[in-house]
Structures are given as structure tokens and as C-alpha cells.
């Protein structure tokens, strides 16, 4: 089934030509919003993470870091891997003014009433509506043509390939958290419609506050393809 908020009431941007936006049921319900390419025949999940401040680590952790990380691509590479490709994009998104505003209150050391701290209050009112924050989103792909036992083992079609994306999401989850990187979560699908039509609409639209609002794909990552 389809999901709302993309090609719906309206042409499905050029950029997304082909494309399906897919919400495959599991037990409790919608769960994984799914991109489908017909023309390249791959079925997409998407997953958000974060990490630490990379470069204030130590040299020492910087690097057992690093050869985690590399540990997973080279288990994504693998001979007979299911995965497609796995790509990382950073968004640059507008931030939220409460939040700094709320950080400041609960550090202050002084009376909120005292000269020093309205003076601070104004200057952090003024930056919060110039502040941005950067989310890092990791999407998966399979592709069906690569992957027919596979997907045939989860039922054929595309409640077979979404099944065997499920999987591979999952399984890429458990990595992500084994190489210390936070993972927020896979998209449902609405929120990986909001991120495709944030990414390439002329006319975005949604609220300020939305969290996967964002006005543009800001840098887009290197790929790693299987095979």
C-alpha cells in the first residue's frame, strides 16, 4: 500500500519517476516506509543515527571507531549480501529556539530576573532563530533481481522484498549499534515521505518545527555497493 504525503493529489515529482512509496503491515501495523524503483528494481529503507562528537575523541578511540565502521561495510560487501547499496546523506535542518532557550534556563547561576542572565536570555533569543542542526539518515537497498530466492522465502512481490528489506534493516540496526553509533530509528512512511518531498520540492511545505522537515539536501555521502 502507498502512504501518505508524496504523489498524492498531485504529479509525482520527475526526480521520483517509477517510484513507489510502499507501508508494509507487520503486527503492529505500518512500521518501515519502503521506496520502490521499478525501473531499477530496488526496494529502499531508511534509518536516521547520530554519534559523538567524532572529532573532539581521542586519537585512540577515533580510530577503534573507524575500524568499526569499516568492519560493517566490509560485512555489508560480503559475497551473497542481499544489500544493494547503502548510502548516508546529511541534512541540514532548522533548528528549534526553544531548545537552546530551555538549555540556557536550566544552567543559569544566577536568579532568572538578575541583568546578567536577561541580557544572556536576549542574545540566546536572537541566535535561536538563526540556529540549524544537521541529521545524518543511512538508506538501505535491496534489489529484487539480485535477491529472488531470498525474496521469494518471504513471499514474492513486493510484500517479499519489503520482508526481506525488514530484515536486513534490522540486522543493519544491531550493526549501527554495535559500532557505538545511536541509532533513532528506521522511518515510518510518512516521515521518509516528508524527507522526499522536503529533499526535492521547489515548494516545501509542513511547519518550521517539523523534525524531518529540512529545506535541502545539504551534502550527500559516499556509497557502498554490494558485488
Same mark, same amino acid.
Given at each position: ?8 493529489g ?8 517509477g ?21 531499477a528494481?530496488?526496494y529502499?529503507?531508511v534509518?536516521?543515527?547520530?554519534? +559523538? $562528537?567524532?572529532?573532539?575523541? %581521542? =586519537?585512540? @578511540? #577515533?580510530?577503534? !571507531? ?6 560493517? *561495510? ?24 526553544s ?7 536550566s ?8 541583568? +546578567? $542572565?536577561?541580557?544572556?536570555a %536576549? =542574545?540566546? @533569543? #536572537?541566535?535561536? !532563530?538563526?540556529t540549524?542542526?544537521?541529521?545524518? *539518515? ?40 554495535g ?10 512512511? #510518512? ?5 522526499l ?5 521547489e ?6 518545527g ?18
Open positions: 500500500g502507498g502512504a501518505p504525503g508524496l504523489g498524492r498531485r504529479y509525482m515529482p520527475a526526480a521520483l519517476s517510484c513507489r512509496l510502499l507501508a508494509p503491515t507487520a503486527a503492529g501495523g505500518p512500521c518501515l516506509g519502503v521506496l520502490h524503483d521499478a525501473r528494481r530496488t529502499t529503507g534509518i536516521a543515527v547520530s554519534g +559523538a $562528537a567524532f572529532a573532539l575523541l %581521542e =586519537v585512540e @578511540e #577515533r580510530q577503534r !571507531r573507524i575500524a568499526a565502521w569499516s568492519a560493517l *561495510l566490509s560485512s555489508l560487501a560480503r559475497e551473497g549480501s542481499a544489500v544493494h547499496r547503502l548510502q548516508w546523506v546529511e541534512r541540514d535542518l532548522p533548528g528549534e529556539p531548545e537552546l532557550s530551555a538549555h540556557m534556563t544552567c543559569l547561576a544566577v536568579p532568572p530576573d538578575a541583568p +546578567a $542572565a536577561r541580557s544572556y %536576549e =542574545v540566546v @533569543e #536572537r541566535a535561536g !532563530r538563526l540549524r542542526s544537521h541529521q545524518v *539518515l543511512l538508506a538501505l537497498s535491496i534489489r529484487a533481481d539480485r535477491s529472488t530466492r531470498e525474496i521469494r522465502a518471504f513471499g514474492g512481490g513486493d510484500r517479499g522484498a519489503c520482508g526481506l528489506l525488514s530484515r536486513e534493516i534490522r540486522s543493519l540496526q544491531s550493526a549501527l549499534f559500532a557505538e553509533i545511536l541509532v533513532q530509528g528506521a522511518l515510518a512512511p #510518512r516521515m521518509l515521505a516528508g524527507v518531498r522536503q529533499a526535492i520540492d515548494w516545501p511545505t509542513g511547519t518550521p517539523d523534525a524531518m522537515q529540512a529545506d535541502g539536501v545539504r551534502a550527500q555521502g559516499s556509497t557502498v555497493s554490494a558485488g
